[in-house]
């Protein structure tokens, strides 16, 4: 009987360095799926072209320095020594988009100088395995390899680098004056890392202006959902009255009016109970737009008729503001226009206590053809003070509130700084809603 944990293992098992030989090789065949050329994103021109500008430079300086030392040191010949150096330095302009397939190209050109130097250069008291100009190029193609591949291929490059220089210094043995594979290895780790590094800060900082432009987003966007949801529980207040109204007059009408059909008691009957249904399903949806923080948000809703004592509480927070109101504009407007008027006037002074303290305002009320014109106007602080929300964020409700009131009533909205340093807020409201308009 055959031992199961003695038995060899089938299916030609691969020997334990090859899976690693894999692993290590497996990143330097997928290069990183960003074409751009570095610096693309920039908006000044100039620094776009700043890549391409180094790459013509370096190919400038290194091409011919590198025929002469393939051919004069190394012995090469000619035409061999300028081919090998226009595949060591012209793929550097091809670094500026694609750096992996250029380190291909660069790296086989210096193997194959390598090889050629040993089997048909003679010996030299050059440095060896890398020429001075091989190795000042290689670098160069690494800050752009750096700057675009990932950890896991820059780890790759480096050991792959670092393999074939101590396997060529060893073929080589004491043929050549120096052997420069530590330097090489050092330098190039020490670009690899740097270039790394800046690329993995910048891509740290693009994914936080992302999450931070969706954050902004969100708050937003919940600041609107919230506003809507105040709004929504405040014309509760408006609705169900008109709707109690209803309900009071159905059912109180066949006792009121003498000799009704039955047929119209009837109808009035239903009339009252319909209203009734109606005001317990607006109950439930209250419940639904109503937080444990909006609990105390039962009161009775404001409106133009509070206006003066809002003015004079905002006097005592050291605003001077003065109102100017049409006579007997109090308790003739639509209800939900007079609760907007109010928390129109309210969120506007609020503004002028937060971001302009001690500024004159003036808040005015008018009634024409187009409707209720409402305006806050504020000067400019009488000193350079700090605004009372420099050093927190404000919660952004403000003209958010006004906007959504306006666009309830189809009405229509002004915002915006004036000349002097003071700010303006004028809002249009309709007044031919049911209701009627003011006497």
Do not use: C
Request: charged share 20%.
């Amino acid at each position: 009987m055959i031992d199961p944990t003695t038995e060899p293992a089938r299916g030609g098992g691969r020997p334990p360095a090859v899976p690693a030989l894999l692993a290590l090789l497996a990143p330097l065949t997928r290069p990183s799926a960003d074409h751009t050329p570095l610096l693309a994103h920039v908006s000044r021109p100039w620094i776009r072209y700043l890549p391409y500008v180094f790459a013509v430079a370096a190919i400038s300086s290194l091409l011919p320095s590198s025929i002469n030392v393939l051919s004069s040191d190394y012995g090469l010949n000619g035409g061999l020594a300028a081919g090998l150096a226009v595949a060591q330095t012209v793929p550097l302009l091809l670094a500026v988009s694609r750096p992996l397939p250029a380190w291909w190209i660069i790296g086989g050109a210096e193997l194959l100088t390598s090889l050629l130097i040993l089997t048909t250069g003679r010996e030299t008291s050059s440095v060896w395995p890398w020429p001075a100009t091989s190795l000042v190029g290689y670098l160069f193609l690494m800050l752009p390899l750096a700057l675009r591949e990932p950890r896991r291929t820059l780890v790759s490059v480096w050991l792959v680098t670092g393999a074939t220089s101590l396997l060529l210094s060893a073929i080589a043995g004491s043929r050549f004056g120096g052997d420069n594979t530590l330097l090489l290895a050092a330098l190039s780790g020490v670009v690899l890392v740097l270039g790394g590094a800046l690329r993995e800060r910048a891509e740290a900082q693009r994914l936080l202006a992302e999450q931070e432009h969706i954050s902004e987003a969100e708050r937003e966007r919940r600041t609107l959902l919230e506003e809507r949801a105040r709004i929504a529980r405040e014309l509760h207040d408006v609705v169900a009255h008109h709707m109690s109204v209803i309900a009071v007059q159905a059912a109180s009408a066949p006792y009121r009016i003498p000799e009704v059909p039955a047929a119209a008691a009837e109808e009035f009957s239903a009339v009252a109970g319909t209203a009734r249904e109606s005001l317990a399903e607006m109950r439930r949806l209250l419940g639904v737009l109503r937080s444990e923080e909006s609990a105390a948000e039962k009161a009775p809703q404001p409106g133009v008729g509070q206006l003066a004592q809002l003015v004079e509480t905002v006097g005592r927070a050291g605003v001077p503001a003065e109102l100017v109101t049409p006579p007997q504009l109090a308790g003739t407007l639509p209800p939900a226009v007079d609760l907007s008027v109010y928390r129109i006037v309210q969120e506007a002074l609020a503004n002028v206590v937060r971001h302009a303290p001690g500024a004159q305002t003036w808040v005015s009320l008018a009634v024409d053809d187009q409707g209720l014109k409402v305006t806050v106007v504020n000067g400019a602080p009488p000193a350079r003070t700090e605004s009372l929300e420099a050093s927190a964020e404000g919660t952004g409700q403000g003209l958010v509130g006004m906007r959504e009131r306006v666009r309830l009533l189809d009405g229509r909205l002004d915002t915006g700084p004036l000349p002097d340093g003071g700010f303006k807020v004028a809002a249009v409201l309709p007044l031919d809603t049911p209701g009627g308009k003011p006497a």
